[in-house]
């Protein structure tokens, strides 16, 4: 660690590891009702248990994203962070801001923390992934805001590479594009177009800033590749990511609406979305091949080649499985869905924080890289973790494919529940991998623990 | 790649390339704007409808469910409830949760009053009447 105020990367990180641990106790929670419709009812409805669940992955991914940006832009800009004191401040708003969302959500009846809330002067909640309390929205604004400040300054003050341009503007894309989110009409159609302009054009545009800089960024620390020629490759990336990713909105504009041009467009565009993911693929081979140093750290070159390739797996290969109009006309809002979202957010999003942490952590703690027992341990968690999304995603989509045959395709279709009793082998096999994730997660958190002969800092 | 392509080259390809497609994007948002009055039937969003949109989401219905496919896929499609079940049905089925059958899936009772019963079928029938591009595929949603 080059600098001081890097370490205030350090609390954020801790806090996205817990707060993946309550995601994924609450995806197992889910999984289980998908099975045994009961389990838990009334206290935790199915409804509120996903709202856990993916808000809690937002949250921690978010938690993940500022604490790379602390690491990275100080080391990237060769000065101390603006204010640490400030990004220190933050870190306590946004976690209580955080935990409090999530306690209203298991405490009270969703309608009753509507109501404590206010909802009724400006509506925003009740909408998919975006149904926090108005108040926890704007304190994320203000939180982006002031995070974004802090980072910018810093970068204005030092040293301006392209690898903290691209993640500046993929941050500030981050908080300008979350702002639709209080955008909600009562013609559901319009709202519906809108809430893409949040959700799709974090996932499939801003967020593949952050993605690409991030790694970019552990690739040059591990690697010693030049910088021109990584810098070279993350423009080229995120060009086409944005090329293919922006237009591509069009795919969730087949069947809400909207005019059927869309299926031409949306089917055109992100037919494409696959090759910024293959290039990130070929680029963190090829850094790893051409790498002109030996770094220690070799669980966070895994963790680094491992983003690259479940990114093009989960988002580009499970995303092009069903994103064609004639297919998504079957396949739209079934267990294809569901496991295209499971391997693209951990192959893309969680991958790529845990790169960081895997870089980070030891410099934050005095040491180049862990001792070899811990990055064992560590890289049986990838493996763990890794595989079991694998046969997560495997068993959905075998689980949809059965789903779309009965429910949509058969000359006799069955109705929704009679569909889902036919599958529920799969989900119940789905339970089981998530089961092996949950393991490979402790075993990761328990790395973190392991002591031995560190190597020395860099 | 070959050093004649330099890295200025990708960072111009990069900001051209957002800045086209993402006027490309409005250019093709304002046409849809022009086009929705005629699909989505906004004549027909009364203030019952309005309301029934509310009651929809301070329950967070889409926590379960799909509406024109988007949700959760815990629960049957509602897009086009109205058409399958009728509003009565809608109604009673809401009242009569939760079953309790053991092992079944379970949804929770919502204590909804007669009136955001009301709207939240207008809200319902209102929604079926979106010119959807002909989805879902057939009544089961």
């Given amino acids: ?458 | 790649m070959s050093q004649a392509f330099t890295k200025s080259m990708a960072r111009n390809i990069f900001f051209g390339g957002t800045v086209f497609f993402f006027l490309l994007l409005v250019a093709l948002t304002v046409d849809t704007m022009q086009v929705l009055p005629k699909r989505d039937h906004r004549e027909n969003i009364t203030p019952s409808v309005a309301r029934g949109k509310h009651v929809w989401e301070r329950n967070d219905c889409i926590g379960c469910h799909t509406l024109l496919g988007e949700g959760a896929y815990f629960a049957p499609e509602l897009g086009n409830v109205y058409q399958r079940r009728g509003g009565e049905f809608i109604k009673a089925w809401m009242q009569a949760m939760p079953t309790k059958a053991p092992g079944r899936r379970q949804m929770p009772q919502f204590n909804l009053t007669p009136e955001e019963l009301d709207d939240l079928v207008a809200f319902l029938k209102w929604s079926g009447e979106i010119n959807t591009a002909k989805w879902p595929p057939n009544i089961e949603g």
């Fill in chain 1, 1 to 458: 660690m080059r600098y001081q105020s890097q370490a205030v990367a350090k609390p954020y990180f801790i806090a996205a590891i817990g707060l993946f641990v309550g995601q994924v106790l609450f995806g197992l929670i889910m999984g289980l009702q998908y099975v045994i419709g009961d389990f838990l009812f009334p206290a935790i409805p199915f409804n509120v248990a996903r709202m856990v669940h993916t808000n809690l992955l937002i949250v921690w991914l978010l938690f993940g994203f500022m604490g790379s940006a602390y690491y990275l832009i100080p080391e990237e800009a060769e000065t101390e962070l603006f204010s640490p004191k400030l990004a220190l401040l933050m870190f306590w708003v946004f976690l209580v801001a955080g935990a409090l969302t999530i306690v209203g959500y298991l405490a009270v009846p969703y309608a009753a923390l509507a109501k404590m809330t206010f909802n009724d002067l400006w509506p925003t909640m009740g909408r998919e992934f975006l149904e926090q309390p108005l108040l926890t929205k704007l304190g994320i604004v203000v939180v982006a805001l002031v995070f974004l400040f802090n980072i910018s300054m810093t970068v204005l003050k030092g040293r301006k590479t392209s690898i903290s341009l691209v993640l500046l503007m993929g941050l500030w894309g981050l908080a300008i594009f979350f702002l639709f989110s209080f955008y909600n009409p009562s013609n559901l159609v319009l709202d519906k177009y809108f809430w893409w302009w949040t959700v799709h054009l974090w996932v499939e545009g801003v967020w593949e800033l952050i993605l690409g800089a991030l790694l970019a960024f552990v690739l040059i620390k591990v690697t010693g590749v030049d910088r021109e020629i990584i810098e070279k490759w993350l423009y080229l990336i995120i060009a086409m990511t944005l090329v293919t990713g922006i237009v591509g909105t069009g795919h969730h504009y087949f069947w809400i609406g909207t005019p059927e041009y869309w299926q031409w467009f949306g089917s055109v565009f992100s037919a494409l979305e696959p090759i910024p993911f293959f290039m990130m693929t070929v680029f963190a081979f090829n850094m790893v091949n051409r790498r002109r140093r030996e770094h220690p750290n070799r669980a966070a070159t895994l963790w680094a080649l491992g983003t690259g390739v479940m990114a093009f797996l989960g988002a580009g290969v499970w995303g092009f499985l069903h994103t064609l109009a004639p297919v998504n006309y079957y396949t739209h809002g079934t267990q294809i869905t569901s496991a295209h979202g499971h391997m693209s957010f951990y192959g893309a999003y969680v991958m790529v924080v845990l790169t960081m942490i895997s870089y980070a952590m030891p410099m934050m703690r005095g040491r180049a890289a862990n001792s070899d027992k811990a990055q064992v341990m560590e890289m049986w968690s990838f493996w763990l973790m890794t595989v079991s999304m694998v046969f997560i995603t495997l068993f959905l989509t075998a689980a949809g494919i059965l789903q779309v045959w009965l429910q949509r395709v058969s000359a006799t279709p069955l109705g929704f529940m009679a569909a889902q009793d036919q599958v529920t082998l799969f989900y119940w096999l789905r339970e089981i991998s998530g089961l092996v994730f949950l393991v490979g997660l402790v075993l990761y958190i328990a790395h973190f623990f392991v002591g031995g002969a560190s190597r020395k800092a860099a």
